[in-house]
T-cell receptor, first 116, second 115 residues
Framework: GAVVSQHPSWVICKSGTSVKIECRSL??????MFWYRQFPKQSLMLMAT?????????EQGVEKDKFLINHASLTLSTLTVTSAHPEDSSFYIC????????????FGPGTRLLVL | AQKVTQAQTEISVVEKEDVTLDCVYE???????LFWYKQPPSGELVFLIR??????QNEISGRYSWNFQKSTSSFNFTITASQVVDSAVYFC????????????FGKGTMLLVSP
C-alpha cells in the first residue's frame, strides 16, 4: 500500500520559534497533499490542501501566514508553524493522494508539537 | 448540519465479541465516496476501505465487513470476533462534490476491546 512518512514525529519548542514538519509520499507521486490538526479526543480538522507547484488552499479560520505550506515536489510537502505559541500545541497529520477525485488519502504517522 | 454522524462515541466489548460501528452520512450528490479509517493509540490513520456511491455491494475482508445502504444513508462497519488489537478510534469519512478531494470526517468511535 501507499506509504506516507512525516518528520519529526515529536517536537518540543520554545514559544516564538518556528517549526517545520515534513510530509513525504514514499512510493507514489502525490498530486495533492492535505494538512490536518487534531486535538485530543477529537476528529481531524482540515487546515489546508496543497497541490504540487501551486499555492495551498486554506480552510476558513486557518491563518496562512501562521501556517506556511510548501508543496515543492510530487513527494514532499512542508508545514511551517511560524512564531509558535502554546495554543499551537497539537497533533498535526498530513495525508497524500495520488490520483483524481475520490481517490484514497493515505496518512502519515503524525507530528506531536508541544510549544512551551 | 453534520454530514457524517458517528453516534457511538465509545464502545466497550470483550474479546471475541462482534461489534458494529455505525456511520450515517448526508449528501445531495449522487456521486460520492465513503471511507473508514482506523486510528490506533500511536496516532497514525490506517486506511481500511473506500466505497463509491454506485457500488452497494457489501464487502468482507477477514474479520471486517461493511454494510453500505443508500436507502438509509448508512455505511456500517462490523468487526467479527474482536481482538484487543482492534482497540482504536475508527473514523468514517465522506468525499463529495465539488472536487471529491477533501474528506469530511465523523467524530469517530472509540472501540475498547478488553481481554
Amino acid at each position: 500500500g501507499a506509504v506516507v512518512s512525516q518528520h519529526p514525529s515529536w517536537v518540543i519548542c520554545k514559544s516564538g520559534t518556528s517549526v517545520k514538519i515534513e510530509c513525504r509520499s514514499l512510493d507514489f507521486q502525490a498530486t495533492t497533499m492535505f494538512w490536518y490538526r487534531q486535538f485530543p479526543k477529537q476528529s481531524l480538522m482540515l487546515m489546508a490542501t496543497s497541490n504540487e507547484g501551486s499555492k495551498a488552499t486554506y480552510e476558513q479560520g486557518v491563518e496562512k501566514d501562521k501556517f506556511l505550506i510548501n508543496h515543492a515536489s510530487l513527494t514532499l510537502s512542508t508545514l511551517t508553524v511560524t512564531s509558535a505559541h502554546p495554543e499551537d500545541s497539537s497533533f498535526y497529520i498530513c495525508s497524500a493522494t495520488a490520483g483524481g477525485p475520490g481517490e484514497t488519502q493515505y496518512f502519515g504517522p503524525g507530528t506531536r508539537l508541544l510549544v512551551l | 448540519a453534520q454530514k457524517v454522524t458517528q453516534a457511538q462515541t465509545e464502545i466497550s466489548v470483550v474479546e471475541k465479541e462482534d461489534v458494529t460501528l455505525d456511520c450515517v452520512y448526508e449528501t445531495r450528490d449522487t456521486t460520492y465516496y465513503l471511507f473508514w479509517y482506523k486510528q490506533p493509540p500511536s496516532g497514525e490513520l490506517v486506511f481500511l476501505i473506500r466505497r463509491n456511491s454506485f457500488d452497494e455491494q457489501n464487502e468482507i475482508s477477514g474479520r471486517y465487513s461493511w454494510n453500505f445502504q443508500k436507502s438509509t444513508s448508512s455505511f456500517n462497519f462490523t468487526i467479527t470476533a474482536s481482538q484487543v488489537v482492534d482497540s482504536a478510534v475508527y473514523f468514517c469519512a465522506l468525499s463529495e462534490a465539488p472536487g471529491y478531494s477533501t474528506l469530511t470526517f465523523g467524530k469517530g468511535t472509540m472501540l475498547l476491546v478488553s481481554p
